[in-house]
């Protein structure tokens, strides 16, 4: 029963934030979050890296991880434009694909499309990890 009223509680605030911005994000409803400027492959990296684990960590797909994989995906996009425009050449067609993958994530999880959203997770999760950049030693 517990766990019933706590997917409902869940289910609730999910939908209170899509249809409310303004309490999501305070009096600045208009920007969605404030972002920090990418400036740096290092900067870049520490964001992939940090949001990358955070997707991680979600294991069940609901309305409420559904809507934060979502505001992940914000931050994780522009660590990954960083990438696709100061990578070589070479590398910066992978990362174009990976900010495709990102993008297909993005739209998922933002409408509460949870199959899709894990169809573009595992596939994000297999590039993420097979990748091999070369400003890393």
């Not at 949001?51 to 609901?62: G, P, V």
């Not at 522009?78 to 990362?95: D, G, I």
């Amino acid at each position: 029963m517990q766990k019933l009223i706590n997917s409902v509680l869940g289910l609730f605030w999910a939908i209170v934030l899509m249809f409310s911005p303004s309490l999501a994000l305070g009096d600045d409803a208009v920007r969605h979050l404030e972002l920090e400027e990418v400036t740096s492959f290092e900067v870049a990296e520490d964001i992939f890296s940090a949001d990358t684990e955070r997707l991680k960590a979600i294991s069940e797909l609901n309305p409420a991880t559904l809507h934060d994989i979502h505001f992940i995906t914000y931050s994780l996009e522009t660590a990954v434009a960083f990438f696709v425009n100061n990578s070589h050449s070479e590398e910066s067609a992978y990362y174009q694909e990976l900010a495709e993958v990102v993008e297909e994530i993005h739209i998922a999880s933002e409408n509460g499309r949870a199959e899709e959203t894990r169809d573009h997770l595992d596939r994000y999760f297999a590039m993420a990890e097979a990748r091999e950049p070369s400003w890393v030693d």
